[in-house]
């Protein structure tokens, strides 16, 4: 979930801020891996334990650092829901990718969210976005094509649509589209909500919806599996927590690229675990991929800083 409130650091302490990023990073690596280790079972039924085991560390975050208070207040309730509809269909089919195709590839592809994310901030919102920006998105989306062409050919072979990795490459693209539209919502719910409100409100309106695909068959589950999904819930929820307190200590463009850090560890993850070893194109499609964002994230960072300074001459020329 994303944190654009967080403006103002409690404390500045970059190095707290890295460390807290990189731990929620592992956090939602091993939500990924757990949810893999469980199996193909209904995407709506994993989405429905991972939204509701998720609200049990944040509610417990908000009793301690005493944030509960006035927590489900909003006069934004349907953008609430619809952010929660929105939000768990991008979940299940991030879901079915992450069960058919290797970790390092959905990880990888998952990093085409931010990319489409600026192009819909364009269209939709109306940001300026420049020529390098744009520049850097186009080399990212190539990226994106070097990871996914090669399963995307299977379909013109044997079993076309009915090859589920060429399925779950797919489904991961669209949940980044999905998702897109979802980070859209929420920038607009930053402007007024707070952020406790909208994690919240997320997993409750996502467990509800998730919740409503029982009776499309949901399957009896093994208590490894039981365990697997609880376990999804919980880390994405501390996750959540992490990924929140970590931009509390430091600005954003100093922790973004260390969410970078998953391609390496789902890779390891991928290996260890899974007996994935990465395709050449993976590992080159990555590259470009992370490239663009840091890049992306380095040029806003300049940009930024270009101007503040202005801002300060202007109020200079004006004293």
């Keep these: 979930m994303a944190v654009e409130d967080q403006n103002e650091a409690d404390e500045s302490n970059p190095l707290l801020a890295i460390t807290l990023k990189i731990i929620s990073v592992c956090a939602f690596l091993v939500m990924a891996t757990v949810i893999k280790l469980a ?92 020529r390098y920006r744009w520049g850097a998105v186009m080399v990212g989306f190539v990226g994106v094509m070097v990871i996914s062409w090669p399963k995307l050919q299977i379909l013109r072979g044997a079993g076309g649509f009915e090859n589920q990795e060429a399925l779950g490459v797919i489904a991961t693209l669209l949940q980044a589209i999905v998702a897109s539209f979802a980070f859209v919502l929420v920038r607009q719910l930053v402007k007024t909500e707070r952020t406790p409100t909208i994690v919240l409100y997320f997993s409750i309106t996502a467990s509800a919806f998730a919740l409503m695909t029982l009776p499309f068959g949901w399957e009896p589950l093994s208590w490894n599996q039981i365990g697997f999904l609880v376990a999804a819930g919980v880390f994405g929820g501390l996750g959540q927590i992490l990924l929140t307190q970590s931009y509390r200590y430091a600005e954003t463009s100093i922790i973004a690229p260390f969410e970078y850090t998953s391609v390496i560890f789902s890779l390891a993850i991928g290996i260890w675990l899974f007996s994935e070893a990465p395709s050449w194109s993976t590992i080159i499609g990555s590259l470009i991929v992370v490239g663009s964002g840091i890049f992306i994230i380095f040029r806003e960072r300049s940009l930024g800083i270009k101007r503040s300074a202005e801002r300060r001459s202007a109020n200079m020329k004006g004293l």
């Design 39 to 130: 199996g193909q079972l209904p995407v709506g039924q994993i989405a429905f334990y991972r939204s509701f085991w998720a609200i049990w560390p944040i509610v417990i975050y908000l009793l301690i650092t005493q944030q509960h208070k006035g927590v489900l207040k909003t006069n934004h309730l349907k953008s609430h829901i619809w952010r929660g509809a929105i939000g768990v269909f991008a979940m299940g089919l991030g879901f079915y990718g992450l069960t058919r195709i290797p970790l390092p590839d959905a990880i990888a592809l998952s990093y085409s969210r931010p990319l489409i994310t600026i192009v819909l901030g364009a269209v939709i919102l109306g940001e300026v976005v420049r």
